[in-house]
């Protein structure tokens, strides 16, 4: 069975801290792996994944995937409260038309 | 707006009743995905369509099922509703192969009373 693991489940941080979010997976036929932010409801695509070592950026936050030690993380330097979100990492995997497999997610809270 | 748009935005109703949950993909997007997010389960895959044909199933119970219509909008029936039922149901939309992951829609909150 796919599994899909975050750390911590929880964060509370000051806003202009960098924090660093973990995601290790365990699952066959790796595709891809992608992270999401979810504020009230929706959750938004923030990175796909596909080759180990090659760091994606987006603003002030940038994400890496390591496929040899089978896991991802996702930074966020100079954190704002506008950040505060859950942060779900999930993982597309090569059997067809599988949906993805999801983490529990990382509750991330900037306070001011 | 992310193009994805889902019906209702709120629904609660009885134990033993039946419900059904409509989604409108993106424009261009082939693929309907359904979701379920529980506070202890988080997001689980239900069931994926693409172009009018069940593509993929995944923790979906014999109770709930899915079909995706001609003009590709997709609903999903829940029946004989349970308390454990409550959840948020989200719909994603793809183009097949995309390097930009899923775009979910706002979700439907259903509670079960």
């Known amino acids: 069975e796919d599994k899909v693991v975050q750390s911590p489940l929880s964060l509370v941080v000051h806003e202009g801290d960098t924090v660093t979010l973990n995601c290790s997976y365990e699952v066959t036929n790796f595709r891809s792996l992608l992270w999401y932010k979810q504020e009230k409801k929706a959750p938004t695509f923030l990175f796909m994944l596909t080759s180990s070592g090659i760091e994606k950026k987006s603003g002030r936050l940038s994400s890496i995937l390591d496929k040899k030690e089978l896991s991802s993380i996702l930074n966020i330097t100079a954190t704002q409260t506008g950040d505060s979100a859950i942060y779900l990492c999930?993982?597309?995997?090569?059997?067809?038309?599988?949906?993805?497999?999801f983490g529990k997610g990382t509750h991330l809270i900037i306070q001011p | 707006d992310s193009g994805v748009t889902q019906t209702p935005k709120h629904l609660i109703t009885a134990t033993g009743q039946r419900v059904t949950l409509r989604c409108s993909p993106r424009s261009g997007d082939l693929s309907v995905y359904w979701y379920q997010q529980s506070l202890d389960q988080g997001l689980q895959f239900l069931i994926q369509y693409y172009n009018g044909e069940e593509r993929a199933k995944g923790n979906i119970l014999e109770r709930f099922s899915a079909q995706q219509f001609p003009d590709l909008h997709s609903e999903l029936n829940l029946s004989s509703l349970e308390l454990g039922d409550s959840a948020l149901y989200f719909c994603?939309?793809?183009?097949?192969?995309?390097?930009?992951?899923?775009?979910f829609g706002s979700g439907t909150r259903l509670t079960v009373v």
């Open positions: 999930a993982v597309e995997v090569w059997r067809g038309a599988d949906g993805l497999t």
């Open positions: 994603a939309s793809s183009v097949w192969g995309s390097n930009y992951g899923y775009t």
